[in-house]
């Protein structure tokens, strides 16, 4: 299974695609072109690459994380600008694995595969893919294995039937889906609910996340699932409340909208 390359859209976040302040759609897909262009214009030799990477990194906005790499060489594939990859890629060089004038070096590009690959079934990537469309939302999604499963498990939950690939061929169910994933790109910069699949353990393993109830003063949300993945909680910098009855709203929507008939029962 391939999560990176899908034939509706690809992702980039290891790259440090996601790694700023500015998340917004408009910033990352600026700051993509301008790599773009400036990569098109640059012989295909190391040295003129590591030139200009360093260049494009210098230029590049700050990290949000220091500690996490951002890579000058993620941008556009296609001349569309909806396929985002790597610019150092024999792919997409024509030829020459550039590569280890990145962030990290060619081995650690090739060996690495985020826990998502491990994780995720082929629907349930398809599904990603499929009710997303762009690299932007994908890319928030795909990497979130449990945000993605608890949206699935909330429509099912309301519709009494498994969320599967088919099901999104109905374009208003696939829409109101859509609507439902998008809440990652609403989130406050720096926000547990964007990273949170980013935050391992002593042991490796990602840290359970929790909303704090008591601390709140009130009743744990029947969405508690969803709203905990997006890091609904003042810790976050977002708004429980107001989450709440988006997930509520973005629920129901999908429960409206999702095909009667050939459904399959849990
Ligand atoms: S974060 Fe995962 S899916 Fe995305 S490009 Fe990296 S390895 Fe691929
Ligand atoms: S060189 Fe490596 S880190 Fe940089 S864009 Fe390519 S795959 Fe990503």
Redesign the pocket.
């Known amino acids: 299974m391939n999560l990176c390359q899908r034939r509706q859209t690809s992702c980039?976040a290891?790259?440090?695609l996601y790694n700023r302040e500015d998340l917004s759609r408009e910033s990352v897909r600026a700051e993509l072109e301008r790599r773009t262009l400036a990569l098109a214009r640059v012989p295909r030799t190391p040295e003129a690459f590591r030139v200009a990477a360093r260049t494009l990194a210098a230029d590049g906005p700050a990290p949000l994380f220091p500690s996490v790499?951002i890579?000058?060489?993620?941008?556009f594939l296609d001349a569309g600008g909806e396929r985002v990859?790597?610019?150092?890629?024999p792919k997409a060089t024509g030829g020459a694995d550039?590569?280890?004038?990145?962030?990290?070096d060619?081995l650690?590009?090739?060996a690495?595969l985020c826990p998502s690959h491990a994780w995720l079934t082929e629907e349930e990537a398809e599904i990603a893919a499929t009710a997303t469309g762009d690299f932007h939302l994908y890319g928030l999604v795909i990497t979130d294995v449990p945000f993605l499963r608890a949206a699935l498990d909330g429509v099912a939950a309301r519709t009494g039937a498994r969320v599967l690939l088919r099901h999104l061929a109905h374009p208003p169910f696939r829409a109101a889906l859509e609507r439902l994933l998008a809440l990652k790109e609403e989130l406050a910069p720096g926000s547990d609910g964007l990273f949170g699949a980013f935050r391992p353990g002593r042991d490796g393993e990602p840290v359970p996340r929790r909303i704090d109830y008591d601390a709140l003063g009130r009743p744990a949300s029947p969405h508690d699932e969803i709203l905990t993945c997006v890091g609904a909680d003042p810790r976050s910098g977002n708004d429980l409340d107001t989450l709440e009855s988006e997930v509520r709203e973005r629920l129901d929507a999908c429960a409206r909208a999702f095909p009667t008939g050939g459904t399959t029962r849990r």
């Open positions: 980039g290891c790259c440090g790499r890579c000058p060489l993620l941008g990859g790597c610019l150092g890629h550039l590569r280890d004038c990145g962030a990290y060619v650690t590009c090739d690495f």
